[in-house]
């Protein structure tokens, strides 16, 4: 399927049960997604943006009236997509919404939340499992390998829906006038060589020896041992900072550190750091916690978190060599007898 067709076009012609059903959910979820769009691009007259409800969500992060909306919006389109289990970042726990659905959910209804209140890129993120048993917490815990489909929505100047169902990437823009998402982009691959990273930069004495050692060397420009001259960007909105990596390369970190709550970074798993994997490495790229792939994680948790290193698949092999080299520095020198020293 060409450039310009739809999305409920492109979506139409896929082939399997467990494809069609993550198809349905995926066009119910850009319904949504189109809606988000216009009440975000609403002037805030009416206390849609800023304004927090004095909530906070399982992790703690002040609930805005916009994460609500989304929350509504994306849980009612998969409701009427026949879901089964369905988690959010917004909900302690994971639900089921049709008991009879062959698919479950993970979703970030409103990625970037801290971003709405300065008319900053922010997404929506979410990933599709196959349905597992009747407790809908289970079919959360399975890994990464096991998505029928992963993607993300961004609002931004464009509204843009990045979307493998395990062929790929594809993206597809909102069209405003039509009223539907049409494809733009296919097969799209994360360019090599591209000297820019991504990370908080203001952990720098937070983060761990492996990380720091990378991103120091990459500071140390064309006289250290990357060679290159690197620019550093972050948008603070992981949909943003994603979408610039498949679009131009480079990499992006948000790795564990050492301060309070964050011995595993600060992306969730299952609706973060595992639908990006997913759409990472379709993309010819790669995606781990720093050492292991990202998609090998089985979680035991529904909001559980995981480091993120995820990219052109050279540069994120180069920062797992930074661990492996720490790791052996750090190591006790063996005996002969394979006794420590
Ligand atoms: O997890 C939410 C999130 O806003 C991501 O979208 C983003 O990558 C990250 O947190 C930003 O973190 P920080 O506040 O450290 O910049």
Same mark, same amino acid.
């Given at each position: ?11 139409? *012609?896929?082939?399997? #049960? ?19 769009? +216009? *009440?975000? #691009?609403?002037?805030?007259? &009416? $206390? ?7 909530? +906070? ?21 998969? &409701? ?8 959010? &970042? ?32 922010? $997404? ?20 990464? /390998? ?20 395990? /062929? ?9 006038? #039509? ?13 090599? !060589?591209?000297? &820019? ?29 990357? $060679? ?19 679009? /131009? !390369? ?35 790229? +790669?995606?781990?916690? !720093? ?12 909001? @559980? ?21 720490? @790791? ?10 394979? +006794?420590?020293?």
């Amino acid at each position: 399927m060409g450039q310009g067709a739809s999305l409920a076009a492109v979506l139409e *012609v896929v082939e399997g #049960a467990p494809a069609k059903a993550a198809a349905r959910a995926v066009l119910a979820l850009a319904r949504a997604a189109a809606e988000l769009s +216009a *009440v975000i #691009a609403r002037p805030a007259v &009416e $206390g849609r943006l800023g304004t927090t409800t004095g909530g +906070a969500n399982v992790d703690g992060d002040a609930q805005r009236k916009l994460d609500l909306i989304a929350e509504d919006l994306c849980r009612s389109a998969l &409701e009427s997509a026949g879901v089964g289990p369905y988690l959010s &970042e917004e909900n302690d726990a994971p639900v089921s919404l049709d008991p009879k659905g062959t698919v479950a959910v993970a979703i970030d209804p409103l990625d970037g939340s801290s971003n709405i209140d300065v008319n900053g890129v922010i $997404g929506t993120i979410f990933s599709v499992l196959p349905a597992r048993g009747p407790d809908p917490a289970v079919s959360f815990f399975q890994s990464g /390998r096991s998505q029928i489909a992963a993607g993300f929505f961004m609002y931004g100047p464009q509204t843009t829906l990045v979307l493998s169902l395990g /062929r790929g990437v594809d993206v597809f823009a909102l069209d405003r006038t #039509a009223g539907e998402f049409v494809l733009v982009e296919q097969s799209l691959k994360i360019p090599e !060589g591209t000297p &820019e990273y991504a990370i908080n930069a203001s952990n720098h004495r937070q983060w761990r020896e492996a990380v720091r050692n990378y991103i120091d060397d990459c500071l140390r420009g064309a006289d250290g041992p990357h $060679g290159k001259t690197y620019n550093m960007r972050w948008a603070g909105s992981l949909v943003a900072d994603a979408f610039r990596i498949f679009s /131009r !390369g480079g990499i992006f970190l948000y790795p564990a550190d050492g301060r309070k709550g964050y011995d595993q970074g600060r992306l969730r798993l299952l609706y973060e750091a595992s639908p990006i994997a997913f759409l990472a490495e379709q993309a010819g790229g +790669a995606a781990t916690d !720093g050492e292991r792939p990202i998609l090998d994680i089985v979680p035991h948790r529904p909001h @559980e978190r995981a480091p993120l290193v995820m990219g052109s698949a050279d540069k994120v092999e180069r920062v797992r060599r930074y661990h492996q080299d720490v @790791e052996l520095a750090h190591a006790q020198p063996m005996g002969l007898s394979g +006794a420590r020293a």
